[in-house]
């Protein structure tokens, strides 16, 4: 090694010891006839200086050094001087003096320095991305990430589980995205698939025998980003063999556990609370619900259904809901402006009809904007139903159970956020289970499955498939934290028949599903045992774990919402004689 300590790692135990450090120059002061330097590396910061004992000529280039230049100092250990100890620095309590100076790589002047207290903006941060990456915090990210994958690889080590690759390139899997394809040079108009999972290859492993596998798998899904999603992300990915729900569950459990104790030193208690999909929806109006706050959504249907307000009726003789959320003590800082705010945003987001709200006034009696329309016995039932009391705000949305959910669990979400009603270093986990088999795609007029295909239904729904597929629930578990989906899995299907009979709802055919699947159709009539996996997403822990709101900061080079590295400029155009080798010709088919 070029050094003898790092930048991070001396301490007043080294005295007078000559130490060599390397590293980059984070800033200088001169101070007439004294150079100091703040060297940076990884493990931290130290303090050089070049004052008169080290003569002149090495006090001239020190002067000349810039922030980002790396260099390689010679020097002692000395105590710094009474009252110039930093006590926020690791090493403050030293300095070395230096007594030589090796500028091992000049730096330009940098856009930003990584320890420059204002971010930049992040189009520059993702360009100068090894830059960027100099910063603690991201230094931090990256090492929360690497300890999170750590301790999961040695949890699954320690419970028997088989590390096993599978392809990148491959065919197409159902995950319900859309593909990021490559052209075959070898067999041209012919494409492989980048795997959106690796779910079918797990699958197979478990009719080859592995019963406990894992990966940490890259997966490719061509959708549009939201701040939480990125074209290629990590999963940790696990199938096991004769296992049921709980099975899983439990060794995820266990995981999630280990990792609160070792990254973050936090006990979870065991085991995670379970909710059904229903009871998520009817509490939370959310299938991922933050339960680190209350605020639950109550059912008042059958009190509107009673009164002569058209809003309010209607949407019950509709078959829809109306319900409502209590926001406790918020009436008088909730202007009317700010609630009108309220209802552009479920209207905007949701395609909510309107929000209807009640106060709670100081008197106990409910008041509103719609109040006149409603008796003053029927107020106070919803008072009571609503468990209001004196400074409340009530939100109501009366519209189909659907928008009534995703309403209301977005305002809930949202509120509970602003009114900060919840403690952020919070680590809430649960699951959630008994999701529907299948969802009903009005647009295209056609079942789809909710997880995916191969999906398992609860043994004692499984006659529905033939007769109300909605009623059918699926042997699939969704582990939440904090309000966000961390991770989904199933137990899947394992005989040859039934897969056929869900292929068969999903409007695929024997002979499409031979097409695609035909490989696993095969795999289940040679000895498929029983099993099931789930798969989590690496990089939304990582968000997760830090508190952080942006998945790219938990990434070591991500992609730009518009799916582009603004550091290589990918995707690029590539030459002509590449595509030739492919059999392809650009023919633009419409302007974007
Ligand atoms: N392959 C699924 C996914 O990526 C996870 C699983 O079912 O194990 O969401």
Partial sequence: MLRTHTCGEVRVEHLDQEVILCGWVDSTRDHGGA?????????????????????????????????????????????RPEGTLNDKLATGAIEIRGTQLEVLNKSQTPPFTPSQQELPGEDLRLKYRYLDLRREKMQQQLLLRSQIIKVMRDYFEEHDFVD?????????????????????????????????SPQLYKQILMVAGYDRYIQVARCFRDEDLRADRQPEFTQLDLEMSFVDAE???????????????????????????????????????????????GMELIDCSDLAATTEFRVFRGAVEAGGKVRGINVKGVAEQFSRKRIDELTEYVKQDFSAKGLAWFRMESDGKLWSPISKNLTDELLEQFAERMEAEPGDLMLFIADSWEVSCKALGGLRKRLGSELQLYDPDD??????????????????????????????????????????????????????????????????????????????????????????????????????PPHGGIALGIDRWVMLLSGLDNIRDCIAFPKTQRATDLMTEAPSLVDTNQLEELNIRIVPLRDK
């Fill in 35 to 79: 150079v100091f330097i703040d060297l940076r590396d990884r493990y931290g910061k130290t303090q050089i200086v070049y004052g008169p004992e080290s003569g002149p000529e090495l006090v001239e280039e020190a002067g000349k050094l810039r922030s980002e230049d790396v260099v390689k100092v010679t020097g002692q250990v000395t105590h």
């Fill in 247 to 293: 099975d899983v569950m439990s060794m995820i459990d266990g995981l999630v556990v280990r990792v609160a104790k070792e990254v973050l030193g936090k006990e979870i208690p065991l085991p995670l609370p379970r909710m059904t999909y229903a009871e998520a929806m009817e509490r939370f109006g959310h299938d991922a619900p933050d339960l680190r706050f």
């Fill in 427 to 528: 680590l809430n986990c649960s699951w959630v289970i008994e999701f529907p088999m299948f969802d009903f795609d009005e647009e295209n007029n056609h079942w789809v499955a909710m997880h995916h295909p191969f999906t398992a239904p609860l043994a004692e729904d499984q006659a529905l498939l033939g007769s109300d597929p909605r009623a059918c629930r699926a042997q699939a578990y969704d582990l939440v934290i904090n309000g966000s989906e961390a991770g989904g899995g199933t137990i899947r299907i394992h005989d040859s028949t039934l897969q056929q009979e869900v292929f068969d709802l999903l409007g695929l055919d024997a002979t499409m599903a031979r097409e695609r699947f035909g490989f696993l159709l095969d795999a289940l009539q040679f000895g498929a």
């Fill in 164 to 196: 096993v690759e599978t392809p990148i390139l491959g065919r197409s899997t159902p995950e319900g995205a859309r593909d990021y394809l490559v052209p075959s040079r070898i067999h041209h108009g012919q494409f492989y698939a980048l795997p959106q």
